[in-house]
C-alpha cells in the first residue's frame, strides 16, 4: 500500500507535514515547477528527501491546452504541435532527454511519455506500450524506476472486452508498474456513475495487478473503488484538478477565483459545504461520537466552524482531504475492507433520508454510492 502526493502549485511544503499522514512519495508536475524549482524544493526536504521517492511525470499528454512551466524542461520537444508524433524514432529521443532530466535533479523514477488520442484502439496501446519499452530500458540502465503511462477513456470501458485488450497487450510487453490515468469528461467533484465502465475499468485493474504494481493517478474519493480493484498506489493532491484526469484540468474554476472549502466527509465518501457541515453538527449531532484521532483537521475545522468567527479554513480542508487519501490507503488493503466502506455509506446516507436532512448541493445526495457498489458487483462477473 502506498500513497502519493501528485503535486501542483506550491504544494511541496505538505511533504514536510507528518498530519497529512503517510506519503512515501511525489509526482512532480512540470507544468507548476521548472527544474530550478524543482531542485531547490528537493534541497529543502531535507532529511526527509531520503524517505521519498519523486517520479517525474512528463506531462505531455495535451501541452497545447496548457504549457506551464513545461518549455523549461529540456525534454519538451520544440517542435511537439507540428512533428509527426507517430514517429519512434521522435519519442525516443523525447525519452532520451526525459531520463536525463530526471538524472540531474536525483529523481528516483519517470513516467513514460505519453498523449491524449483521438482514438483510445488497441494500435493505440501498442503505441504507448512500444515508447514505454524505450523510456524502461534507459531508466533501468540510469539507475532509475519507470512507470509505464496508461490512459484509459472512461467512456470507451462500457465494452468489457476492453478489460482483456488493453490487458493481453500490456503483459505482452512484460510491464512491471503502470501509470494508469482514467480519462473523464466529468468535471472532478462529479463522481463517477457509470456502472459499466466503472466495472470494467476495475475489472482492467484487477488482471493487470496480478501481474504488475498498478499506480492509479489523480484520484478523488474513487480511490476505494481502485483500491478495490486492487490497485497498490494511489496519488492525489489538494487541488481538485489533480484528483481527476480530465482534458481541461488545468482550467478549473478552483484556481480562476476564491477556492471554496469543502469538508472531506469519510462516511458519506463526499464534499460539503460549510452550512451542510453544521447543518449535520447542531441538527443532528453527526459528530457527537467523534473524536477524529484518526485526522485532526476535521476537529480544528468543526472547532472554527462551531466559532462562527467566519476564520478561513482553507487549508485545513485540503489537508483533511489528504490526511484521508492516506489513511484510506493504508485501511483498504483487501477488496473486502473497500466494499464495507461502501456499504457502510449507503448506510450513513439512509440515515439522513430517513432524518429527512437535505444537503445545499441538490445533487449532494449519495447516489453514486450505490453505482460504486453495483459496480463492483458487475466486475466479477467479468
Same mark, same amino acid.
Given at each position: 500500500?502506498?500513497?502519493?502526493?501528485?503535486?501542483?502549485?506550491?504544494?511541496?511544503?505538505?511533504?514536510?507535514?507528518?498530519?497529512?499522514?503517510?506519503?512515501?512519495?511525489?509526482?512532480?508536475?512540470?507544468?507548476?515547477?521548472?527544474?530550478?524549482?524543482?531542485?531547490?524544493?528537493?534541497?529543502?526536504?531535507?532529511?526527509?528527501?531520503?524517505?521519498?521517492?519523486?517520479?517525474?511525470?512528463?506531462?505531455?499528454?495535451?501541452?497545447?491546452?496548457?504549457?506551464?512551466?513545461?518549455?523549461?524542461?529540456?525534454?519538451?520537444?520544440?517542435?511537439?504541435?507540428?512533428?509527426?508524433?507517430?514517429?519512434?524514432?521522435?519519442?525516443?529521443?523525447?525519452?532520451?532527454?526525459?531520463?536525463?532530466?530526471?538524472?540531474?535533479?536525483?529523481?528516483?523514477?519517470?513516467?513514460?511519455?505519453?498523449? +491524449?488520442?483521438?482514438?483510445?484502439?488497441?494500435?493505440?496501446? !501498442?503505441? $504507448? #506500450? %512500444?515508447?514505454?519499452?524505450?523510456? @524502461?530500458? =534507459?531508466?533501468?540502465?540510469?539507475?532509475?524506476?519507470?512507470?509505464?503511462?496508461?490512459?484509459?477513456?472512461?467512456?470507451?470501458?462500457?465494452?468489457?472486452?476492453?478489460?482483456?485488450?488493453?490487458?493481453?497487450?500490456?503483459?505482452?510487453?512484460?510491464?512491471?508498474?503502470?501509470?494508469?490515468?482514467?480519462?473523464?469528461? +466529468?468535471?472532478?467533484?462529479?463522481?463517477?456513475?457509470?456502472? !459499466?465502465? $466503472? #466495472? %470494467?475499468?476495475?475489472?482492467?485493474? @484487477?488482471? =493487470?495487478?496480478?501481474?504488475?504494481?498498478?499506480?492509479?493517478?489523480?484520484?478523488?474519493?474513487?480511490?476505494?473503488?481502485?483500491?478495490?480493484?486492487?490497485?497498490?498506489?494511489?496519488?492525489?493532491?489538494?487541488?481538485?484538478?489533480?484528483?481527476?484526469?480530465?482534458?481541461?484540468?488545468?482550467?478549473?474554476?478552483?484556481?480562476?477565483?476564491?477556492?471554496?472549502?469543502?469538508?472531506?466527509?469519510?462516511? $458519506?465518501? %463526499?464534499?460539503?459545504?460549510?452550512?451542510?457541515? =453544521?447543518?449535520?453538527?447542531?441538527?443532528?449531532?453527526?459528530?457527537?461520537?467523534?473524536?477524529?484521532?484518526?485526522?485532526?483537521?476535521?476537529?480544528?475545522?468543526?472547532?472554527?466552524?462551531?466559532?462562527?468567527?467566519?476564520?478561513?479554513?482553507?487549508?485545513?480542508?485540503?489537508?483533511?482531504?489528504?490526511?484521508?487519501?492516506?489513511?484510506?490507503?493504508?485501511?483498504?488493503?483487501?477488496?473486502?475492507?473497500?466494499?464495507?466502506?461502501?456499504?457502510?455509506?449507503?448506510?450513513?446516507?439512509?440515515?439522513?433520508?430517513?432524518?429527512?436532512?437535505?444537503?445545499?448541493?441538490?445533487?449532494?445526495?449519495?447516489?453514486?454510492?450505490?453505482?460504486?457498489?453495483?459496480?463492483?458487483?458487475?466486475?466479477?462477473?467479468?
Amino acid at each position: 500500500m502506498a500513497a502519493y502526493l501528485q503535486l501542483g502549485d506550491k504544494s511541496w511544503n505538505l511533504l514536510s507535514e507528518n498530519d497529512i499522514g503517510n506519503y512515501v512519495g511525489a509526482i512532480i508536475n512540470p507544468i507548476n515547477d521548472s527544474p530550478n524549482v524543482v531542485a531547490d524544493r528537493i534541497a529543502e526536504l531535507g532529511q526527509r528527501r531520503a524517505e521519498l521517492e519523486l517520479i517525474l511525470d512528463p506531462h505531455l499528454y495535451n501541452p497545447s491546452v496548457m504549457r506551464g512551466k513545461l518549455p523549461a524542461w529540456s525534454y519538451y520537444p520544440a517542435d511537439f504541435e507540428t512533428a509527426n508524433r507517430g514517429d519512434l524514432a521522435w519519442w525516443r529521443q523525447c525519452s532520451e532527454r526525459l531520463v536525463q532530466s530526471a538524472r540531474v535533479l536525483g529523481l528516483d523514477a519517470v513516467c513514460s511519455p505519453a498523449v +491524449l488520442a483521438k482514438s483510445f484502439n488497441n494500435d493505440y496501446y !501498442d503505441f $504507448l #506500450a %512500444t515508447v514505454a519499452e524505450y523510456s @524502461r530500458n =534507459l531508466a533501468v540502465n540510469h539507475g532509475l524506476g519507470h512507470l509505464t503511462t496508461v490512459i484509459v477513456k472512461l467512456d470507451d470501458m462500457i465494452n468489457p472486452d476492453r478489460a482483456y485488450e488493453i490487458a493481453s497487450i500490456l503483459t505482452r510487453q512484460g510491464v512491471d508498474r503502470v501509470y494508469l490515468l482514467i480519462l473523464s469528461e +466529468l468535471q472532478p467533484r462529479v463522481p463517477f456513475s457509470d456502472v !459499466d465502465a $466503472l #466495472a %470494467t475499468t476495475i475489472h482492467l485493474i @484487477r488482471m =493487470l495487478s496480478e501481474h504488475m504494481r498498478i499506480h492509479v493517478a489523480f484520484c478523488g474519493h474513487d480511490l476505494i473503488l481502485w483500491k478495490y480493484a486492487g490497485a497498490q498506489e494511489v496519488s492525489s493532491g489538494k487541488f481538485f484538478n489533480l484528483r481527476r484526469f480530465v482534458p481541461g484540468r488545468w482550467e478549473d474554476s478552483e484556481s480562476k477565483g476564491r477556492p471554496i472549502p469543502y469538508w472531506s466527509d469519510g462516511e $458519506l465518501i %463526499t464534499l460539503l459545504r460549510d452550512q451542510d457541515v =453544521l447543518t449535520l453538527d447542531k441538527r443532528h449531532g453527526w459528530f457527537d461520537t467523534s473524536n477524529f484521532e484518526d485526522n485532526p483537521f476535521s476537529k480544528q475545522i468543526l472547532e472554527r466552524l462551531r466559532g462562527g468567527s467566519g476564520q478561513a479554513w482553507l487549508g485545513l480542508a485540503w489537508r483533511q482531504y489528504l490526511r484521508w487519501v492516506a489513511n484510506e490507503d493504508f485501511r483498504l488493503s483487501s477488496a473486502g475492507r473497500a466494499r464495507e466502506t461502501l456499504l457502510k455509506a449507503d448506510q450513513r446516507w439512509h440515515e439522513l433520508d430517513n432524518a429527512e436532512v437535505l444537503l445545499a448541493d441538490r445533487v449532494n445526495d449519495g447516489a453514486w454510492i450505490r453505482y460504486w457498489l453495483n459496480a463492483c458487483a458487475v466486475s466479477k462477473k467479468r
